[in-house]
């Protein structure tokens, strides 16, 4: 199965579900035990989906078997939690009003760009609703050799039977960008953020001429 970051992902019939957001690595078992779907714009949350629901993937489609109903109890993949609510109001004191005194002659903050207010700014803690071990492999997360940083990932390749990865694909370079792939045996350890590898760039760029 082939996972490529931003590919669709449907039910079987055709119903379209989201895109694919990422891939949860258990690094106990060394396979891949879900599937990260962005669910906008339909509702605005992204869901886990065992990887034993994926029918087939490539780097076009992803395909799950689940009902509508089953879609939409999959679990939560991420919870935010706002840890700075803004003030309350002040209490009200009583109906008299009062002149205010020795207030300088200067417009309120924010009325020169028509910000009302910029006092209140938000805390979000993100929680990820995975054991604490496991790791998220999506875009974000970066292929390393073990003489520098190759580029972030866009693909990985799951082995239909193990559910082990069989290898992954990662932009090099940003203007002219190139894939690179790194095969599972290549791979030293997958940790949050990063994939490291056991092999320098020179190894990479031998098998891609292959």
């Known amino acids: 199965m082939d996972f490529r970051f931003g590919a669709g992902v449907s ?5 379209k579900i989201g895109t694919l957001r990422g891939l949860i690595y258990d690094p106990t078992t060394q396979q891949i035990s879900a599937v990260v779907i962005d669910r906008t714009p339909m509702v605005e949350r992204d869901v886990l989906a065992a990887i034993g629901t994926v029918d087939s993937a490539d780097i076009d489609q992803t395909y799950v078997e689940l009902t509508p109903e089953q879609v939409d109890a999959l679990p939560d993949f991420m919870t935010e939690r706002n840890l700075a609510p803004p003030p309350d109001p002040s209490p009200d004191t009583g109906d008299e009003i009062t ?5 300088p002659d200067v417009p309120p903050v924010g009325a020169a760009t028509g910000i009302e207010s910029i006092a209140f700014t938000p805390i979000i803690q993100e929680t990820f ?3 604490g071990r496991d790791v998220v492999l999506d875009g974000n997360a970066e292929l390393w050799a073990t003489d520098g940083h190759i580029g972030n990932l866009k693909e990985v390749r799951v082995d239909d039977q193990t559910k082990r990865v069989a290898f992954v694909v990662a932009a090099e370079g940003l203007i002219f960008s190139h894939d690179v792939v790194a095969y599972g045996n290549q791979i030293d350890e997958i940790e949050p953020g990063r994939v490291v590898l056991n092999v320098g760039r020179q190894a990479l760029e031998d098998q891609s001429r292959e």
């Open 129 to 131: 609703n995975i054991p």
């Open 11 to 15: 039910r079987r019939d055709g119903d």
């Open 99 to 103: 002149d205010p005194v020795d207030v």
